[in-house]
């Protein structure tokens, strides 16, 4: 009985070690398809962790679109939408931004004008990223 606890034991360690390699593997970086809309239409967006954080970046040729307050927003793979911060800031733009630890997943990255309370542009990801 003890060799068959052991073995089960080993097993379950075995088990949990390939599944914290495969999550250390899917960390990124992952680069979205192009923005797609009529003002954001530019660039892509990259997922990555930066010192054990989440963080969406935005590619170089990528323009914030001439808006009043174009935001930052995630849709996650169960299609819940997450308003996060502005693109424009004081003094320039932000073009990263970090991804709360309650986001599960990120199917989309948009582009979305808070004042206007419109769609401005939309990417993804070929699968969602955590």
């Known amino acids: ?69 174009p935001t930052w927003r995630v849709i996650d793979s169960k299609g819940n939408i997450y308003t996060l911060e502005a693109f ?6 932000k073009r990263q931004v970090n991804v709360p630890s309650y986001i599960p997943d990120i199917a989309k990255v948009q582009v979305y004008c808070a004042f206007a309370e419109v769609l401005l542009g939309e990417t993804s990801f070929s699968a969602p990223v955590r």
Do not use: C
């Not at 424009?88 to 733009?93: L, N, Q, V, Y």
């Open 1 to 69: 009985m003890k060799s068959i606890t052991r073995s089960l034991s080993v097993l379950s360690l075995i088990a949990g070690l390939a599944v914290s390699v495969a999550l250390a593997s899917d960390q990124g970086p992952h680069m979205s398809a192009r923005f797609q809309g009529p003002k954001a239409n530019t660039g892509t967006v990259t997922h990555l962790y930066e010192n054990g954080k989440s963080i969406l970046r935005v590619s170089a040729d990528f323009k914030a679109p001439d808006t009043p307050a």
């Open 88 to 93: 424009k800031i004081k003094g320039g733009e």
